[in-house]
Every structure is written in structure tokens, then in C-alpha cells.
């Protein structure tokens, strides 16, 4: 999908804030689809980053009011070491499983940990947000399962939750995709669709010149999560409109967008769709995989 693939949505503002939060905001891995959103919508983001140095590059960065940065892990409330590795986004209170990534190109050397320090963590449930999180990304290196478990309070009320993940573990201890995605099905979410899919050849296969192009073999995959399609019809206008401008903006998930307009047109005896379709039909739309 190309960079100008979206439009302002002026006729389907939401009124409240749309409250996001980023765990694991580190912008080694950068986040265009959640600057998007908060470049074209009324939205807040809370981001928190365990690594100091990384956090401090955050805040040296930050010329957004829109985004608050907190030098805090999210976990069970234990004290735990963190592992800080030589690249950042190996980073993790979990040491990686080195039989396993060292078949991949780079992936051992990445791993490497440089330094260990103690951690408090705190429980997403604990945190006092201004009002309800809405759109919740998670990306911890392994530990998703962890802090789902510790935050179902929380993250049963989102509208959108964005998980990375792993087929296979790419961590010891690493809870397997399956068995998160059965946490998520649990708290009544569906697996709606995937904002990337990462993939890599098996040392010693190069692809294009660049050992970071991959093929077929699923390395991580960035989950989108959103509610049952019976929460969805139940859900009040005003989340609807958060839903509908989180999955358009961050998304670009038109044929969803329309659907949940639908559901609007509905609950406030509006019509909107048509205008929506209109201007989706001068979008140059490519399928992402």
C-alpha cells in the first residue's frame, strides 16, 4: 500500500481521545502506522521502554505533545533481570535461544548480551491512564504472554491490540503464538489480521545482496487483534469511531472500515458509507500479502 493511500476521515471524528500505548517503544523498530494515527486523529500515546539508553533517545527525540515516554517495564510486578543486547530490539528479560536463531543471518551476534541489570516491573493493571486504553501494541521480545496475563483488566476493554510474535520461540521460555493467541481468544478478541510479516533464509542463502531479505520461513509476525464480532456490535458510536480511525489510519483496512461504518450508520441513523467508498475508490490499494 503507498504512502498516500489514506485520507482525512473528517466526517467520522471521534470526539474523546484515543488512548494508546506502546510497550516496548524503543524506535530501533520504527512505528509509522501508530504516527499516522496520531498525526491525523485526537489521540494521546503512552509509550514505555525498560532500556535507559533507548528511553533517553525517545525523549531526546520527542517534539510530539502527543506523547508521553516512561522509563518502566511491564510485567507481573516482580523484579526481574533484564538481558540488554547488542542490538537493542534483542533486548529482553529472556535470554534468546541461540541453537535455534544462530541458523539465521545475523540473528547470533544481535543476541549477544552485553549487560544485565535489575528491573522493577510494573503491571499494565496498576498504571493510571487519563481514561481507558483503547489501542494497546505490545512488543517485549517474548514476555507478550506475561504481561497479558497480568493485564487482562486492561486489555479486555482495547479496541485494538498489536502483538509480536513467534511461530516458533525465538527466546527460551517463549510462549509459542498459538498459546497467546488462545489468551487473546479468551479475553473475546479475534486475530484480525497481520501489520507485517517477518521472514528470513537459512544461513548461508542470500537473497537480493542483503542477508536481512527473507523468503518463505516466518520469523515474527506483528499480530492485530480486535474484538469479537459480538463485542463489535455492542460497542457504543464513540468507540466505534475510535475502531473505525485506528484500522483506517493505522491500517489502511478499508473493507473493515466499512463494515464498522455500517454499524455507525446504524446506531446514530447517519449515511456515511457511500462518501467513504467514493473516496476509497481513488486509492491506489496494493494487497500486502
Given at each position: 500500500?503507498?504512502?498516500?493511500?489514506?485520507?482525512?476521515?473528517?466526517?467520522?471524528?471521534?470526539?474523546?481521545?484515543?488512548?494508546?500505548?506502546?510497550?516496548?517503544?524503543?524506535?530501533?523498530?520504527?512505528?509509522?502506522?501508530?504516527?499516522?494515527?496520531?498525526?491525523?486523529?485526537?489521540?494521546?500515546?503512552?509509550?514505555?521502554?525498560?532500556?535507559?539508553?533507548?528511553?533517553?533517545?525517545?525523549?531526546?527525540?520527542?517534539?510530539?505533545?502527543?506523547?508521553?515516554?516512561?522509563?518502566?517495564?511491564?510485567?507481573?510486578?516482580?523484579?526481574?533481570l533484564f538481558n540488554i543486547c547488542e542490538y537493542p530490539g534483542w533486548s529482553s528479560f529472556l535470554e534468546a535461544d541461540?541453537?535455534?536463531?544462530?541458523?539465521?543471518?545475523?540473528?547470533?551476534?544481535?543476541?549477544?548480551?552485553?549487560?544485565?541489570?535489575?528491573?522493577?516491573?510494573?503491571?499494565?493493571?496498576?498504571?493510571?491512564?487519563?481514561?481507558?486504553?483503547?489501542?494497546?501494541?505490545?512488543?517485549?521480545?517474548?514476555?507478550?504472554?506475561?504481561?497479558?496475563?497480568?493485564?487482562?483488566?486492561?486489555?479486555?476493554?482495547?479496541?485494538?491490540?498489536?502483538?509480536?510474535?513467534?511461530?516458533?520461540?525465538?527466546?527460551?521460555?517463549?510462549?509459542?503464538?498459538?498459546?497467546?493467541?488462545?489468551?487473546?481468544?479468551?479475553?473475546?478478541?479475534?486475530?484480525?489480521?497481520?501489520?507485517?510479516?517477518?521472514?528470513?533464509?537459512?544461513?548461508?542463502?542470500?537473497?537480493?545482496?542483503?542477508?536481512?531479505?527473507?523468503?518463505?520461513?516466518?520469523?515474527?509476525?506483528?499480530?492485530?487483534?480486535?474484538?469479537?464480532?459480538?463485542?463489535?456490535?455492542?460497542?457504543?458510536?464513540?468507540?466505534?469511531?475510535?475502531?473505525?480511525?485506528?484500522?483506517?489510519?493505522?491500517?489502511?483496512?478499508?473493507?473493515?472500515?466499512?463494515?464498522?461504518?455500517?454499524?455507525?450508520?446504524?446506531?446514530?441513523?447517519?449515511?456515511?458509507?457511500?462518501?467513504?467508498?467514493?473516496?476509497?475508490?481513488?486509492?491506489?490499494i496494493l494487497k500486502k500479502y
Amino acid at each position: 500500500i503507498n504512502n498516500k493511500s489514506y485520507y482525512i476521515m473528517d466526517y467520522i471524528s471521534n470526539n474523546s481521545k484515543i488512548i494508546a500505548c506502546d510497550i516496548g517503544a524503543s524506535n530501533c523498530d520504527p512505528t509509522p502506522h501508530i504516527d499516522n494515527l496520531l498525526k491525523n486523529t485526537n489521540s494521546k500515546l503512552y509509550g514505555f521502554e525498560p532500556n535507559k539508553i533507548e528511553f533517553e533517545k525517545l525523549i531526546s527525540e520527542n517534539k510530539d505533545k502527543k506523547r508521553e515516554f516512561f522509563n518502566y517495564a511491564i510485567g507481573d510486578g516482580e523484579e526481574k533481570l533484564f538481558n540488554i543486547c547488542e542490538y537493542p530490539g534483542w533486548s529482553s528479560f529472556l535470554e534468546a535461544d541461540i541453537d535455534y536463531v544462530k541458523n539465521f543471518h545475523r540473528f547470533e551476534l544481535d543476541a549477544v548480551i552485553k549487560e544485565k541489570i535489575k528491573i522493577k516491573t510494573k503491571k499494565l493493571d496498576e498504571i493510571k491512564f487519563e481514561s481507558k486504553l483503547d489501542y494497546l501494541k505490545i512488543d517485549v521480545q517474548g514476555l507478550e504472554s506475561e504481561i497479558i496475563e497480568c493485564s487482562k483488566d486492561t486489555i479486555k476493554n482495547c479496541l485494538v491490540v498489536e502483538l509480536e510474535l513467534s511461530p516458533i520461540p525465538l527466546y527460551k521460555k517463549e510462549k509459542r503464538f498459538s498459546y497467546v493467541c488462545k489468551q487473546m481468544e479468551d479475553l473475546k478478541f479475534n486475530l484480525n489480521m497481520f501489520q507485517k510479516i517477518n521472514t528470513k533464509t537459512f544461513k548461508p542463502v542470500i537473497l537480493g545482496g542483503s542477508s536481512l531479505n527473507g523468503l518463505h520461513t516466518l520469523i515474527q509476525l506483528d499480530c492485530v487483534f480486535v474484538p469479537s464480532y459480538e463485542t463489535i456490535n455492542k460497542l457504543k458510536s464513540e468507540d466505534l469511531k475510535k475502531l473505525i480511525n485506528i484500522m483506517h489510519y493505522s491500517y489502511h483496512s478499508y473493507d473493515f472500515a466499512d463494515f464498522l461504518i455500517r454499524l455507525l450508520e446504524k446506531k446514530e441513523n447517519i449515511k456515511i458509507v457511500e462518501k467513504y467508498r467514493d473516496d476509497v475508490a481513488k486509492l491506489k490499494i496494493l494487497k500486502k500479502y
